[in-house]
């Protein structure tokens, strides 16, 4: 075909499965064009990582959050670390990034409920619309009210070589600011609709 990029578009198993099947069939050692061939899963997370297991080393993709992010790069990241001892206290392993993505959605949905003064679905989304909130661990995020759409920093990341721990997969290789990654809410074309306060 020619390619020289195979982009594993999925997530969870289905990727778990694909990723260790291109890297048997030798992709990841390949040529194509004259040049290494490139897998990317646009999507990681450590558990796809540790499915995946020796299939994951130099292999790039993206990540929201990642446990060593405060240490990596900086108090830009606040909120990393505390998060990260706290869970590690109880649990005995860094956090993952879902379990980042549970603690910072929790501490969103109390703040905004509180903000708008109700329970009622419409009033709280109302409240996330355009908000701005820093110091959860991925620096400063704003919840776009235009199309509700989060935007914040985007990590870089491979897999590594030769990981100290099952929890020590990813390595982050670069960080896109979250200007980078912001694009005109009119892009896809529709409206959002009105709220539905359901029951």
Not at 134 to 151: I, K, M, V
């Amino acid at each position: 075909s020619g390619a020289d990029v195979l982009v594993l578009n999925h997530y969870g198993g289905n990727m778990v499965n694909s990723l260790t099947s291109a890297v048997q069939f030798g992709l990841r050692a390949a040529e194509a064009n004259g040049k290494q061939f490139q897998i990317v899963v646009p999507l990681y997370s450590r558990l796809m990582a540790q499915g995946a297991g020796k299939n994951v080393a130099g292999i790039y993709g993206t990540t929201g959050w990642h446990w060593s992010l405060e240490n990596v790069a900086g108090s830009r990241y606040s909120g990393t670390n505390a998060f990260v001892q706290s869970f590690g206290a109880k649990y005995g392993f860094p956090p993952s990034q879902a379990a980042h993505t549970v603690y910072c959605q929790t501490l969103l949905y109390a703040d905004a409920r509180e903000r708008a003064g109700t329970f009622n679905p419409c009033g709280v989304g109302e409240a996330l619309e355009d908000f701005e909130f820093d110091g959860l661990g991925s620096g400063p995020t704003l919840y776009r009210g235009a199309d509700h759409q989060c935007f914040k920093d985007a990590l870089v990341v491979k897999g590594k070589e030769n990981p100290e721990s099952e929890f020590d997969l990813l390595e982050i290789v670069d960080i896109t600011p979250r200007e980078a990654l912001v694009y005109d809410p009119a892009i896809f074309g529709g409206e959002l609709g009105s709220c539905n306060p359901g029951a």
